[in-house]
């Protein structure tokens, strides 16, 4: 068990529909990173979080945006959905600014119809 | 920006054999390279890394080698068992800390028994 909790492990939803996955970071983490998993892609960087704002963003649509809690949990929402968007969407957090050892959660596997 | 190349994209040996996986990355200021090992409905988990001022690290069965000249990267994995079927990620980043990390796109290891 890495320590970080994401919710829900999996959600289906339809096109145009809107979604937010949860993501709780290991105790005392105070980076989050969403990565989004396809097929053939592998693992695409798509937001960091330190500590409440923004510290990088990498291959991320307008239409996806996130943040980060107070209490360090994290929220990426995802708007108008697209089958293209069907993926396992995965929460990492760290400890240390931000990029050293990076321990993943279980993932949301979401599926559009 | 990084781009990390990751090869083969699948490989398969036979329980006892070695296994390596070979990974180049186009920055030549990138100086941490983590392995990740992802099983399946699991998120990628850290098995081993490495820093540029290291050109090997063993843990066990498993060792990274560094060629910064080169800028190419391998996991050996030796012995292997059936439990080490599962997809590997390599990654690399310049500024742990500040930037976060590029992948591969994985090479899926099946062991045959």
């Known amino acids: 068990d890495s320590g970080v909790t994401q919710t829900p492990k999996h959600l289906i939803t339809a096109t145009g529909q809107r979604v937010t996955l949860r993501c709780s970071p290991r105790?005392?983490?105070?980076?989050v990173y969403w990565y989004q998993q396809s097929l053939d892609q592998g693992l695409q960087f798509l937001i960091q979080?330190?500590?409440?704002?923004?510290?990088a963003k990498g291959n991320i649509l307008e239409r996806f945006s996130a943040q980060q809690f107070p209490d360090l949990h994290s929220e990426l929402n995802l708007s108008s959905l697209e089958l293209g968007d069907s993926a396992l969407y995965f929460c990492?957090?760290?400890?240390?600014?931000?990029?050293?050892?990076?321990?993943f959660g279980s993932g949301t596997q979401l599926s559009v119809l | 920006g990084e781009n990390v190349e990751q090869h083969p994209s699948t490989l398969s040996v036979q329980e006892g054999d070695s296994a390596v996986i070979k990974c180049t990355y186009s920055d030549s200021a990138s100086n941490y390279f983590p392995w990740y090992k992802q099983e399946l409905g699991k998120g990628p988990q850290l098995i081993i890394d490495i820093r540029s001022n290291v050109g090997e690290k063993k843990d066990q069965r498993i060792a990274v080698t560094l060629n910064k000249t080169a800028k190419h990267f391998s996991l050996h994995i030796t012995e292997t068992q059936p439990e080490d079927s599962a997809v590997y990620f390599c990654a690399a980043t310049g500024k742990p800390g500040n930037t976060p990390l590029v992948f591969g796109k994985g090479t899926r290891l099946s062991v045959i028994a």
């Open positions: 990492a957090s760290s400890g240390q600014g931000a990029g050293e050892k990076l321990f």
């Open positions: 979080y330190y500590n409440g704002e923004e510290r």
């Open positions: 105790s005392g983490d105070l980076s």
